[in-house]
Structure formats: structure tokens, C-alpha cells
């Protein structure tokens, strides 16, 4: 009986689960939370130290419960594009790492002219945002002068958590990535599978600095933990890493995770199609030496609108109580929210936008507002599903994961307004899964297409097509509210 672990260096928690092959299952996990500050309004930085530390703590732990079991390799996945610039002879990190959400280098980016915005999207699929790594990279050997002079020394290291945390784990000895992570950066040609020479002249990042990049399956270096040393093997993205939890590798397979925000991954095969509508194009993954791309969506809030209602609010008491309550009535009354907090993202692409609710009367209550909230949610995800269906891809099925798709009221009509069923897997931990199955792919244990065997169906929500007509027209109201949430709906 083999354990592998999976290590998942999340955004707010680094967290490692102990995973038995032969049940099929996470027999033990620990977490460790971490740290983020906000120095600046609309910046985000976090200590790769701290995030170092935290990982080896709850590694070690893991290997404390498997004792004298059998542990085959440690697979790895990690929040993407967060950067971390390091000094490739201490292997100390020489300022805060860049979080993903930071919006320092926005205006660097809206500053990019045509010609460069769309060799970007051509060469690594991204639509040109402070999002991605390379503008975070460019702000650091700017701004920080340790950068300047390692970078004049040979010894500077630019990469994102997965290629720190693996630089530290194995002393130095490597300096890697995976295609997945590589192509969050701005700077990976995700068609020929290497940076890109000609992104990266023109942004006046060298080489040099940047990690070797390796399929999701390979082999990334060697840990020594308590009296072990177990390879790694297998990284990919978060979000990646959930497809293939998912066991999502055909084309029009793909998942939704309804976290804080919505985030969707559909595989698109061996083909990467350039979006019309402001989807991303991206790696899915790189396995047994084939690239599968995806398309892929996303909304900034989700699970947020739950938490405003509970802690902005006052509303509800906890999360789970919405569910209740969305029930407790038989439509929302006329009442539609827009959960545009910071803008809205695809299709519109809005910094400016602005949440809102709309269609309140006298007769309005709790129940509605929270029932408008939840709808919100889904119809979200029927646009991000409408405009990956506009590019071709065929879409028979969802599956599901993240903290709120807990809420059988959401997924119900989360299926009833995409008309395909929502299959909810009895795993919800679908990113660290993910990691899992790339250790053992990696490590030969299993082969591509026993995947999915690994993945058990929980719940299957079916679409009631009696309430196909009511849901379009709901869905058409919220798109009008959408409308009147945009800075400027005439555009
Ligand atoms: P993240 O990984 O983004 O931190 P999680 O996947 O842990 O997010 O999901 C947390 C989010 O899910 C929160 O925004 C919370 O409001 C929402 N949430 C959790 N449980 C429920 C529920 N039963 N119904 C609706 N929303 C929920």
C-alpha cells in the first residue's frame, strides 16, 4: 500500500493531504495559514519564507502520520502568477513576493501598445494584465536595487511559488517550473513550449533568470525530509491541477470552482483556441508528452456576494443558512444582483463597474435579496459557459468543486439555468486531487486513462427542463441589470 502526498500552496493557507492509492482516497491533511499584506491600496504582497516554512511544516507532518509507511513522491500544485525574486546563491528571497491579485503594474500594462498586446495574446493566450507575472518581475528589477545587482552578478532568480518552493526543497539543485505555471507569466509561448524570445526582449527580461520548464508529469527534483528523500513529482497550477482532479481531459470536459470567485477550465484537446469573447487561452496540462489546452473564464466575485451578505451586511449568521433561505421562497421576487464588486470580468472587462440590486419593492425580503445573490452566481456561469460554447467547444456537462458548491440550491439552478447536469464529486479537495494523480502519473503509478477512476461522482444535479423558460427570462433580466452595473453600458 502506497501514500503519496499532495502539497497545495494556496493563496490564504499552504496546505499537504496524504493520499492512499489503493483506497482511493485523503486519509490525512494539515494546514498552515499564511500571511498577505496590503501596503499600498490595491496592492497585495506575501513572505515566500513564511510560505517556505509553512510548506515544510505541514510536508513534515504528513510524513509524522504516515510513519513507516510507504511514501512514493510528493506531488505539487500552487496559486499561479504570484512572483518571487530570489538570490539564486542563498536562495533568500530579496523583497516580498507579488501576489496575483496585486494591481501595482496596471497602468504599465494598459501603457503596452497595440502591437505588443497582441503579440502577447498570439504568443502566450493571456489578454496583457497586471494579473500576470511579467509585469511584476519588470516592477521588481526597477524598483528594488538588490535586483539590479544580483541581475548584474548572474545570481538573480525570478519565478512563482512552485519554482521557489522547489529551489529551497531541493537546496538549489533545481530551478524549474511546470508548462502550466510558465504559461500565467506573459512570457511563454505556450505554442512552441518555451519562453519567448521575442516577449522577452521587448519587455527586457533575460533568460537567464527564468526556470527551466517541465511537462506537469515530470520529475522536478529531490526532497529531504525526516530521514526520507522522496522525489517530486508532478506540478501543475491550481486551477489546472482541479481540472485533472476532475478527471477533465476531453475536449468540452472541464470544471467550475466556486470559491470567493468563480472560476471555470474547460479543456479544448490538443487545440488552443484564440477567444473573441476575452477568454484566456491556456496549458491545461502537459502529460505523457501531449500538451492539452483549455480555455479558461473567470468572475472576481462569487462565494464574496455570500460573505458581504453575512459580514457586510449582517443578513444571515453563516454561508450554509443561504441555501435555507434561497428555498424558503419560490423566486426572488423580481429582485437581481450584479455582484460587480471590483469590476466586472469577461465578457466586459469593466474596472469601473460596480455591484448593484435591482427590481426591490415594498413586498422585498431577506429571502429574495439572498436568493437574487445566489442566482447571481450561476447566471455568472452560464455567460463564462456562453462564450466558451461561442468559440465551438460543446458543452454536455459540468463538474464542480470549491466551498459553495456545499449549496444544492446554487448547483440545482446552476444546472437547471446552464441546462446540462452539475456533477458534484464526493471529493471537494479537486486541486490537491490533481496533484495526487500528477505524483502518480508521474511516478508510473497509474496511466492517463485510469484518471477518471480516481474520481467519484457524489451528486449529479439534473436540469429541470419544466423551468427552462422562466430561467432564460431571469437570465435575460440579469443581463439587462448587468447593463446598468457598467461605468459605460453604451460601449
Ligand atoms: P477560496 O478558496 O476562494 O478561499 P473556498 O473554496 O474555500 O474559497 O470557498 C469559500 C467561499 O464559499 C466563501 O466566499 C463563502 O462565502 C462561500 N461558501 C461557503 N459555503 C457556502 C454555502 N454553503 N453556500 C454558499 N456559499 C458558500
Redesign the pocket.
Known amino acids: 500500500m502506497k501514500y503519496l502526498i499532495a502539497l497545495d500552496a494556496?493563496?490564504?493557507s499552504v496546505r499537504a493531504f496524504v493520499y492512499d492509492l489503493a483506497e482511493k482516497k485523503f486519509v490525512y491533511r494539515a494546514q498552515q495559514e499564511v500571511g498577505q499584506s496590503f501596503p499600498q491600496p490595491g496592492w497585495v504582497e506575501q513572505d515566500a519564507d513564511e510560505i517556505y516554512y509553512k510548506a515544510a511544516y505541514v510536508l513534515n507532518d504528513c510524513l509524522r502520520f504516515a510513519g513507516e509507511k510507504e511514501v512514493a513522491g510528493v506531488g505539487f500544485t500552487n496559486q499561479r502568477e504570484t512572483t518571487v525574486l530570489w538570490d539564486r546563491e542563498t536562495g533568500e528571497p530579496i523583497c516580498p513576493a507579488i501576489g496575483w491579485q496585486c494591481r501595482r503594474t496596471s497602468d504599465w500594462c494598459r501603457a503596452l501598445d497595440d502591437a505588443t498586446k497582441a503579440l502577447v495574446r498570439a504568443r502566450t493566450g493571456l489578454v496583457p494584465d497586471a494579473y500576470f507575472s511579467a509585469s511584476k518581475i519588470l516592477w521588481d528589477l526597477e524598483h528594488i536595487p538588490a535586483a539590479k545587482r544580483l541581475l548584474a552578478e548572474g545570481r538573480l532568480c525570478a519565478g512563482t511559488v512552485d519554482s521557489y518552493l522547489i529551489f529551497k526543497f531541493t537546496e538549489g539543485r533545481s530551478f524549474v517550473t511546470d508548462v502550466t505555471n510558465a504559461s500565467r507569466t506573459m512570457l511563454y509561448n505556450i505554442h512552441t513550449l518555451d519562453w519567448d524570445e521575442e516577449l522577452l526582449a521587448r519587455f527586457g527580461i533575460p533568460r537567464e533568470i527564468l526556470p527551466e520548464v517541465r511537462a506537469c508529469d515530470a520529475r522536478f527534483g529531490e526532497i529531504s525530509l525526516r530521514d526520507r528523500v522522496l522525489p517530486i513529482a508532478g506540478l501543475a497550477g491550481d486551477q489546472q491541477a482541479a481540472l485533472i482532479g476532475q478527471g477533465c481531459l476531453e475536449v468540452g470536459e472541464g470544471k467550475i470552482?466556486?470559491?470567493?470567485?468563480l472560476f471555470l477550465l474547460f479543456s479544448t484537446g490538443a487545440r488552443a483556441i484564440a477567444s473573441s469573447n476575452g477568454l484566456l487561452t491556456t496549458i491545461g496540462c502537459r502529460i505523457g508528452g501531449r500538451t492539452m489546452y483549455a480555455l479558461e473564464g473567470s468572475a472576481f466575485h462569487?462565494?464574496?456576494?455570500?460573505?458581504w451578505l453575512?459580514d457586510g451586511l449582517g443578513l444571515i449568521p453563516?454561508?450554509?443558512?443561504?441555501?435555507t433561505l434561497a428555498e424558503s421562497v419560490p423566486d426572488s421576487g423580481g429582485v437581481v444582483f450584479v455582484p460587480a464588486f471590483t469590476g466586472l470580468g469577461a465578457p466586459y472587462w469593466d474596472a469601473e463597474a460596480r455591484a448593484l440590486f435591482a427590481g426591490i419593492t415594498r413586498g422585498t425580503t431577506r429571502a429574495h435579496l439572498v436568493r437574487a445573490v445566489?442566482e447571481s452566481?450561476a447566471f455568472e456561469a452560464r455567460e463564462l459557459v456562453d462564450c466558451i460554447r461561442a468559440e465551438g467547444v460543446n458543452i454536455s456537462l459540468v463538474r464542480c468543486?470549491?466551498?459553495?458548491?456545499?449549496?444544492d440550491?446554487?448547483m440545482q439552478c446552476q444546472a437547471d439555468v446552464l441546462g446540462v447536469p452539475v456533477d458534484r464529486p464526493q471529493e471537494r479537495e479537486s486541486t490537491a486531487l490533481g496533484a495526487a494523480m500528477l505524483c502518480a502519473l508521474s511516478l508510473g503509478l497509474v496511466d492517463l486513462h485510469s484518471l477518471p477512476e480516481y474520481r467519484f461522482a457524489g451528486q449529479v444535479f439534473m436540469p429541470n427542463f419544466a423551468r427552462k423558460d422562466v430561467c432564460e427570462a431571469e437570465y435575460r433580466t440579469y443581463r439587462t441589470a448587468v447593463r446598468r452595473a457598467l461605468l459605460r453600458p453604451e460601449e
Open positions: 494556496g493563496t490564504t470552482t466556486y470559491g470567493t470567485g462569487a462565494g464574496s456576494g455570500v460573505q453575512r453563516n454561508a450554509a443558512e443561504t441555501q445566489l452566481i468543486d470549491g466551498g459553495a458548491s456545499a449549496n440550491f446554487l
